[in-house]
């Protein structure tokens, strides 16, 4: 078992000193807010009085607060305290963020690993839950056990940005999803329907497409866009076409939708109407 500190106790940081706990494990705790961490006192934990005393008390500091900005402020009030230490952030933000944030860690003498946390809080020491590291090897090795207690731990390479890049990535196509799905459901209520009742349509359909992404995966891994197509992106952009004027005849907003349209568009007007919709990619590519 080993000694752990954890530095920010809201939802999550709560959640992640609790599972730590229950598990069997010593934990220390310091919140801005010295009342959040009454509770988790009353279960073992041990109250520190400063983020330089937890870093201190632990072989193990886990970091989460609600940005950046709040994470650097707890750190400068501890920056003596970082030298030989082991540091993981599970603080959400940008790669940039975390690779900023990792030189200056390490720059202190510590060691970083960074995080992103693929849960809600009462997901977290059950099954299905997932955090992604990146970062030192080394140290997601020393910890394994104790990080294991949290979630599924998947190291992804040194870079302590990925992490971030990752759980944006597959944020990212869940909110690509959601916003499908409220965009359908507002075409479907324009005509006084229940999206309870739509639902039974609409999920066989999303897990059959879902089935494509693999064909689609390779395209974009190959650039071979144009093999095997069986809906070109020609056909494909007048569908988009269709969807913002039924939202039009509705009285739907196309926000959602018009994008998607104006990007597979771009790849027609460069006469690559033969291409599958994994051409878009291109497009989004060099918008860089
Ligand atoms: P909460 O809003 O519940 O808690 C925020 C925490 O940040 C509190 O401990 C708060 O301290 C602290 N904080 C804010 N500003 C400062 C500051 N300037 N100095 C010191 N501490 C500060 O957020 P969560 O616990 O839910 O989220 C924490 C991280 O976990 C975020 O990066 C979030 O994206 C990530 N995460 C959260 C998930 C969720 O569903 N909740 C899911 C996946 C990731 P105080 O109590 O003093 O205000």
């Not at 305290?81 to 900023?100: F, I, K, Y």
């Not at 004027?245 to 006469?271: K, N, W």
């Amino acid at each position: 078992m080993s000694t752990i500190s954890i530095l920010g106790l809201g939802a999550m940081g709560t959640a992640l000193a609790q599972t730590l706990l229950r598990k069997g494990h010593t934990v220390t705790i310091w919140n801005r807010t010295r009342s959040r961490a009454e509770p988790l006192a009353a279960a073992g934990a041990k109250v520190a009085e400063s983020p330089a005393e937890a870093i201190a008390a632990s072989e193990l500091t886990i970091l989460c607060v609600v940005d950046y900005a709040a994470a650097r402020a707890v750190l400068a009030r501890a920056e003596d305290a970082l030298a030989g230490r082991d540091l993981v952030n599970l603080t959400n933000g940008t790669p940039g963020d975390a690779s900023e944030f990792g030189a200056w860690v390490a720059a202190k003498g510590a060691t970083y690993l960074d995080g992103g946390i693929m849960a809600i809080p009462p997901m977290i020491g059950e099954a299905g839950a997932l955090i992604l590291y990146s970062g030192s090897p080394a140290l997601f090795e020393r910890h394994r056990q104790a990080l294991d207690a949290l979630a599924e731990s998947r190291h992804l390479g040194d870079d302590p940005g990925l992490a971030a890049l990752y759980d944006l990535s597959l944020l990212s196509g869940m909110y690509g999803l959601f916003s499908g799905f409220l965009h359908a459901s507002a075409l479907v209520t324009s005509v006084g329907g229940k999206v309870g009742d739509f639902l039974p349509l609409l999920l066989p359909w999303i897990e059959a497409m879902s089935g494509t992404l693999p064909d689609l995966a390779d395209k974009i891994d190959s650039g071979a866009h144009h093999r095997n197509v069986v809906s070109n992106i020609g056909m494909q952009k007048i569908a988009l076409e269709n969807i913002v004027r039924a939202s039009e005849e509705q009285g739907v907003a196309s926000d959602f939708i018009e994008p998607m349209l104006r990007l597979a568009g771009r790849r027609v007007a460069a006469g690559r109407a033969v291409d599958d919709i994994s051409a878009v990619i291109e497009v989004i590519r060099k918008q860089k």
